[in-house]
T-cell receptor
Framework: EDKVVQSPLSLVVHEGDTVTLNCSYE??????LLWYKQEKKAPTFLFML????IEKKSGRLSSILDKKELFSILNITATQTGDSAIYLC?????????????FGTGTRLTVIP | KAGVTQTPRYLIKTRGQQVTLSCSPI?????VSWYQQTPGQGLQFLFE???????NKGNFPGRFSGRQFSNSRSEMNVSTLELGDSALYLC?????????????FGPGTRLLVL
């Protein structure tokens, strides 16, 4: 059964801290791994990773994929209150006619001033 | 450019009723996907439509159905509602099918089944 597991489920940190969010997966016919940020309702796209070991970076956020160990991490440095959100990891698979995008349940990050 | 819009934003129904949710994609986008989000299960894929044809379908019972119109607008229908159908229903649009990284999500419809 295809599944994506995120940890921790929730995290509370102080502004300025660095956090690491984890995503492990067991999905056949892997195509890509995606990270989203969900603040209120609509998730917004952060990164797409397809190759192992290549870090994607956007400002204070970065992410890397390990296709051998089947996991990815999302790092946020110098956290700000605006980083408070649910962070979703999803794995896209190559499947015809069936579900091809599997989400984890998310990590709820709370950044306190 | 207007974003993905979903109507209604909130809905309260009772068990056994049916409901229809609507999604208008970003102009020019031809692919629409639907997701159900609950605290316990997270975000789960329902189905994807492209050019009025269902391309992919998630593991949901037949009570969940959808369609897409020629203007790319999509509707999702849930019949014989159950308490467990209470969830946030999100739709997402993209230019082409099967391009998860270019999906734009709508604000969702919050459905409460009593």
């Amino acid at each position: 059964e295809d599944k994506v597991v995120q940890s921790p489920l929730s995290l509370v940190v102080h502004e300025g801290d660095t956090v690491t969010l984890n995503c492990s997966y067991e999905v056949t016919n892997f195509r890509s791994l995606l990270w989203y940020k969900q603040e209120k309702k609509a998730p917004t796209f952060l990164f797409m990773l397809t190759s192992s070991g290549i870090e994607k970076k956007s400002g204070r956020l970065s992410s890397i994929l390990d296709k051998k160990e089947l996991f990815s991490i999302l790092n946020i440095t110098a956290t700000q209150t605006g980083d408070s959100a649910i962070y979703l990891c999803a794995v896209e698979a190559v499947k015809t006619g069936a579900n091809n995008l599997f989400f984890g349940t998310g990590t709820r990050l709370t950044v306190i001033p | 450019k207007a974003g993905v819009t979903q109507t209604p934003r909130y809905l309260i129904k009772t068990r056994g009723q049916q409901v229809t949710l609507s999604c208008s994609p970003i102009s020019g986008h031809r692919s629409v996907s639907w997701y159900q989000q609950t605290p316990g299960q997270g975000l789960q894929f329902l189905f994807e439509y492209f050019s009025e044809t269902q391309r992919n379908k998630g593991n949901f019972p037949g009570r969940f159905s959808g369609r897409q119109f020629s203007n790319s607008r999509s509707e999702m229908n849930v019949s014989t509602l159950e308490l467990g159908d209470s969830a946030l229903y999100l739709c997402a649009s993209s230019l082409a099918a099967g391009t998860a990284e270019t999906q734009y999500f709508g604000p969702g419809t919050r459905l409460l089944v009593l």
